[in-house]
């Protein structure tokens, strides 16, 4: 089993729509969880980070973590255009971050 | 706040050349730097763990003496990709952690990409 996997895509969703990412992950240790956005030819930007069973919002991202299931999720209201890129979830083993492969999402105007 | 600058963006070398790449903390002191690779439409995978005044931590697979890291200062991590092959063409990416700790998310450069010719 991979340490952290997410689906490839690509995930087309419409303009304005709300947009879902999944992710799940291998270690019960793992501690911290973030979201990294990346868009082609670039190095990645964080998005959100989490380190809380719950929800956690900031602006139109709202990031969703469950350690019992071992799950942890990106929700993108209002979708838009600029939106469109490869989500990276990423996840702490001991003092190391580990990425998943990247889901590609693409916004339609 | 975390900035990170990487250095150079795009470098391109004969085969059997040497190729050095620099990641420096722009605003923080970095004790710990992390150094990616990344292959088209692939996950970031990590290198290796360089630590300041000390030697490096090579992930499994990674040959320590290929990739030659050097972490002089709180500020600088370098890594060198000696006699480049082909092979070795990819998007290098270095990071480093803010303040908070081993809970803190990565900020990253904005990657060497190097094609071996």
């Known amino acids: 089993q991979k340490e952290v996997e997410q689906n490839s895509g690509p995930l087309s969703v419409p303009e304005g729509a709300i947009a879902s990412l999944n992710c799940t992950y291998s270690d019960r240790g793992s501690q911290s969880f973030f979201w990294y956005r990346q868009y082609s030819g670039k190095s990645p930007e964080l998005i959100m980070f989490i380190y809380s069973n719950g929800d956690k919002e900031d602006g139109r991202f709202t990031a969703q973590l469950n350690k019992a299931s071992q799950y942890v999720s990106l929700l993108i209201r209002d979708s838009q255009p600029s939106d469109s890129a490869t989500y990276l979830c990423a996840v702490n083993r001991d003092d190391k971050i580990i990425f998943g492969k990247g889901t590609r999402l693409h916004i339609l105007p | 706040g975390a900035v990170v600058s990487q250095h150079p963006s795009r470098v391109i070398c004969k085969s059997g050349t040497s190729v050095k790449i620099e990641c420096r903390s722009l605003?923080?002191?970095?004790?710990?730097m992390f150094w990616y690779r990344q292959f088209p439409k692939q996950s970031l995978m990590l290198m290796a763990t360089?630590?300041?005044?000390?030697?490096?931590?090579?992930e499994q697979g990674v040959e320590k003496d290929k990739f030659l890291i050097n972490h002089a200062s709180l500020t600088l991590s370098t890594l060198t990709v000696t006699s480049a092959h082909p092979e070795d063409s990819s998007f290098y990416i270095c990071?480093?952690?803010?303040?908070?700790?081993?809970?803190?998310?990565?900020?990253f450069g904005n990657g060497t990409r190097l094609t071996v010719t």
């Open positions: 360089s630590n300041e005044g000390s030697k490096a931590t090579y």
């Open positions: 990071s480093a952690r803010g303040s908070g700790g081993i809970r803190s998310p990565l900020h």
């Open positions: 605003d923080f002191q970095a004790t710990t």
